[in-house]
């Protein structure tokens, strides 16, 4: 079992930056940040191999956003830079036994934090 605490949301302003961090009880094989926007379906931002530090992002947020991985901590963090009105959502990170080759599907992934909420106003 695997616990997932987000922490990092808030409200920015349009061309803005946050940082999301993910902390897990402990090691998962790979981590991936998923956003909900409301009506809409949950969608895959990035996601990260914890073991190799291989990172895939979306089309969307690359250029913008990093994922990356402090080992000692068991925390993964997503650095959001250059915020989008459209960026607003309830984002969560989760979490796989093994590594996620299909990282952007939620069936990839068996431990969900709780979301934490980012809105950008423009």
């Known amino acids: 079992q695997v616990r997932l605490v987000e922490s990092g949301g808030g409200s920015v302003q349009a061309g803005g930056s946050l940082t999301l961090g993910c902390a897990a009880s402990?090691?998962?094989?790979?981590v991936g940040w998923f956003r909900q926007a409301p009506g809409k379906k949950r969608e895959g931002v990035a996601g990260?191999?914890?073991?190799?530090?291989?990172?895939y992002y979306a089309d969307s947020v690359e250029g913008r956003f990093t994922i990356s991985r402090d080992n000692n901590k068991n925390t993964v963090y997503l650095q959001m830079n250059s915020l989008k009105p459209e960026d607003t959502a309830m984002y969560y990170c989760?979490?796989?036994?093994?590594?996620?080759?299909?990282?952007?599907?939620?069936?990839?992934?068996?431990?969900w934090g709780q979301g934490t909420q980012v809105t950008v106003s423009s």
């Open positions: 990260i191999s914890v073991g190799s530090g291989t990172t």
């Open positions: 989760a979490a796989a036994r093994w590594y996620a080759s299909r990282w952007s599907l939620t069936d990839e992934y068996n431990y």
């Open positions: 402990t090691r998962p094989a790979f």
